[in-house]
């Protein structure tokens, strides 16, 4: 169980670090620079609006499933004040956060002048803190979801945002359980995720998900099916679609999740970070490429802080 508690964090992180590479470049701009497909943890393209970063850095979005996590495991539960006062600071320190949802800063920013957060925000940075929530209880799917949700609402009060958040937490809490063999038995996963969804308009996004996986479907054609925006439906479908078509494959999921920019560009580190994290809590830390890992620079970082989520967890 500890090396899936590591595959989850480390899983996430590399998936981050390689679709930021490509966010929002479209595919002719990729193979220009990079002579094809991203497969490693490399510079980022100079359009790429992680730039700045080096090669296996890690972006704002992976930034806040640790924040999330460092709380859990710190706190040895869910502690919502706590969260909060870690977004406050972080969102202070502006030289960490160069592009991340611009309405998660904004609703970092009214908590802390003390205004109401206004009713919105559908883009899939509120849903990530569900990752880290998934793992602390992982043996109870339902207080996953809630829990997750409760945090989504600090910044993102949008039923789109909510309902992609208890996705993410029933499938890592799942995952982590491995009760599913999900080569054979995903039509069985995604009826379970439908039992903690509350809009029609995502049960059809997980429908889109079936019907791919059932037709074999091409990655292209999921991603003109699905979408691979910054639209958390978009987002978690389309790293949902990713891992199921081949989920005993960690080092493809994260390549073709990284890769997911399509025709036109799209949210490639949100994407891949999702699926990495579903593929890592699958399959164990070690199903991921040790080249990767070596190049990650904050690995020994995050597997300390899975270590201690899991303990954390057992309790």
Known sequence: MLDKFKGTLVGAAIGDSMGMCVEELPMDEVIMFYGGKVEGLVEPHPSSPASFLRAGETSSEFEIVKIVAESIAEKGKIDIKDIIRRFIEWEEKEELHSYVDPYFLVSIRAIAEGREVEKGGSSIEGALPAIPVGMYHYTNPALAVEAAKAITMITHRNEFALDSSAIIAVSISELLQGRFYLEDEYKYFIKLLKTFVKKDETKYYLDKVENLLDKDASYEEAINEIGNGSFSLEAVSQALFIFLKTPSDTQNVII????????????????????????????????????????????????????????????
């Open 256 to 315: 073709q999740a990284a890769n997911s920019y399509g025709n036109y560009g799209g949210d490639t580190d949100a994407i891949a970070l999702i699926a990495g994290a579903f593929a890592g809590a699958y399959n164990g830390e070690e199903s991921i490429p040790i080249a990767w890992k070596a190049s990650l620079k904050s690995y020994n970082e995050i597997v300390k802080l899975a270590k201690k989520l899991y303990k954390v967890a057992l309790h």
